[in-house]
């Protein structure tokens, strides 16, 4: 009888008991392009000083260049290669920033995580959110963020919002709107079965009002220790 299975279980266990539970707190922002993110980011890194600010795909040299990657709109990728790019840069960021800082006792906030990829590669690409989450939970250690901020927009706003950016768009945003409100269906499925980690804030709002109640949330999990 083969005895590889048992000790791949044993080293598989022994991998995960090595995992250090974070002691700062992981606070990330997710929603449609257009949604808002990148002022919100700004806004909350002002309001608490204290927060390292990353994005993904990037925040260190590897990712940053899978970004560029997955983002030219002059390459063809294949799903299932966007979705492995993705949590390969992810795994990256965990590794050298993330589980370092946070296990120093640092507070992240981070614009987009798993649940992006959730949405997008799992749910309007088709792959699968289960498989999805699979890939990324090995990618990540198993890492979820303390508390997920969801900046709800419809698909024309967010649109409307992009196409009045300078530069031209990448390749995830030239998708047809069809792929986007897939997005969006995923994104209330994912708010709908976590409420406990996920908030919902209403990104049609102006700013200042986003911003008040995003810092109010952020506040709530910062003084939970």
């Avoid at 040299?61 to 294949?78: G, Q, S």
């Avoid at 390969?88 to 990829?117: C, I, M, T």
């Avoid at 967010?158 to 768009?169: D, I, K, L, S």
């Amino acid at each position: 009888m083969h005895g590889g299975g048992g000790k791949e279980l044993g080293d598989r266990h022994a991998w995960e008991a090595s995992e250090v539970p974070p002691r700062g707190k992981l606070i990330t922002l997710e929603g449609l392009d257009g949604s808002g993110k990148t002022t919100l980011a700004a806004g909350l890194a002002a309001a608490f000083p204290a927060l390292t600010l990353l994005r993904e795909p990037g925040g260190v040299a590897l990712a940053e260049r899978v970004r560029a990657l997955v983002t030219d709109p002059a390459l063809e990728v294949d799903p299932r290669a966007e979705a492995l790019l993705y949590a390969a840069a992810r795994a990256q960021l965990v590794a050298e920033k993330l589980r370092p800082l946070l296990a120093g006792g640092q507070d992240v906030l981070l614009d987009r995580f798993l649940d992006s990829s959730l949405a997008y590669q799992g749910a309007a690409r088709g792959l699968g959110v289960g498989e999805i989450r699979a890939i990324n939970a090995f990618a990540t250690g198993g890492l979820v963020p303390d508390r997920t901020l969801l900046l709800r927009v419809d698909v024309a706003t967010g649109r409307r919002r992009q196409a009045g950016r300078t530069g031209a768009p990448d390749r995830l945003e030239r998708e047809p709107e069809a792929f986007f409100v897939a997005v969006g269906a995923a994104y209330d499925a994912l708010a709908a079965a976590e409420p406990d980690r996920i908030v919902v804030l209403d990104a049609s709002a102006i700013p200042a009002a986003v911003l008040a109640e995003a810092r109010r949330a952020v506040g709530a999990v910062l003084t939970d220790r």
